[in-house]
């Protein structure tokens, strides 16, 4: 077999996907990934595996069912379920983050902004596609355990104002008959996220998530990922995500509440 077409070694690969070889050997390997699955899933396989799941979600592991956790993400690759239009398929996450490369753009592989840089979509597009990755892996297990107090919502939300600029108490961020979980800082391509996690008794995990934006103020809008319903919108500091399994109607009057309440 001659080198032009021999199987890359992991190391390739690796640094492929880090953005550390030439635009020649990034079109060499970005033509194997089209023309030989093997490649293309050794690769996705290496991308997978570098992501921070374990950093993540360490908040969440102590109380919730590692076991389960650990499997739902081993079935990942394995699951092929119909897609909404919306949704990239496997290859064209892929071709999206070999294009990424050849442009020249880092995947940070430290950070749960891997492979988020989807092919023709606009920033925040981007960062929700990779929110509702990570809050797909929530189940009810997940988020169990009691309400915190309002002193520990309270102190976690200070957490935000200094990430990101945000002054939110226990009452902005309550929702109508759905119970706080926790608030926390996650990270994305490099920026701060924050993410409010909830448990609806009736249709499970649900988050309101946000990352400072300045493309500057946007009208609610509506979409599905995952499976999910999101409600999105933005002011002209910030970008506002509200996802989870509840009708899109109900999705949208909690939206409007919260939205009602933060200003920032």
Not at 10 to 22: K, N, P, R
Not at 138 to 157: F, H, I, K, M, S
Not at 180 to 191: E, H, N, V
Request: aromatic share 6%; glycine share 6%.
């Amino acid at each position: 077999m001659s080198t032009k077409h021999r199987m890359p070694s992991d190391e390739e690969l690796t640094a492929f996907i880090d953005g550390e070889v030439s635009a020649e050997e990034a079109a060499r390997i970005e033509a194997m990934i089209d023309a030989d699955e093997a490649v293309a899933e050794r690769l996705e396989f290496l991308a997978r595996a570098s992501l921070s799941y374990r950093q993540a979600f360490a908040p969440l592991l102590d109380a919730a069912p590692r076991a389960k956790l650990e499997a739902m993400l081993s079935a990942i690759p394995a699951a092929q379920p119909a897609r909404p239009a919306a949704f990239v398929s496997r290859r064209g996450f892929l071709g999206a983050l070999a294009a990424s490369v050849v442009a020249g753009i880092a995947v940070d592989r430290a950070m749960i902004g891997v492979g988020a840089r989807l092919s023709g979509k606009d920033e925040n597009s981007e960062w929700r596609a990779v929110v509702a990755e990570y809050i797909s892996l929530y189940t009810p297990e997940t988020l169990a355990g009691p309400v915190p107090p309002r002193d520990v919502q309270a102190a976690q939300l200070a957490s935000l104002d200094g990430n990101l600029g945000l002054q939110l108490s226990p009452e902005q961020v309550a929702l109508p008959d759905i119970d706080f979980k926790r608030a926390q800082i996650l990270q994305y391509d490099g920026k701060p996220l924050a993410q409010i996690a909830y448990l609806d008794p009736e249709t499970g995990p649900m988050a309101l998530c946000i990352v400072t934006s300045d493309g500057g103020p946007k009208a609610p809008d509506i979409e599905g990922r995952k499976g999910m319903n999101v409600v999105y919108w933005a002011n002209a500091t910030h970008a506002f995500m509200l996802i989870g399994h509840a009708p899109v109607d109900r999705m949208t009057e909690i939206a409007d509440a919260v939205r009602s309440k933060i200003s920032v």
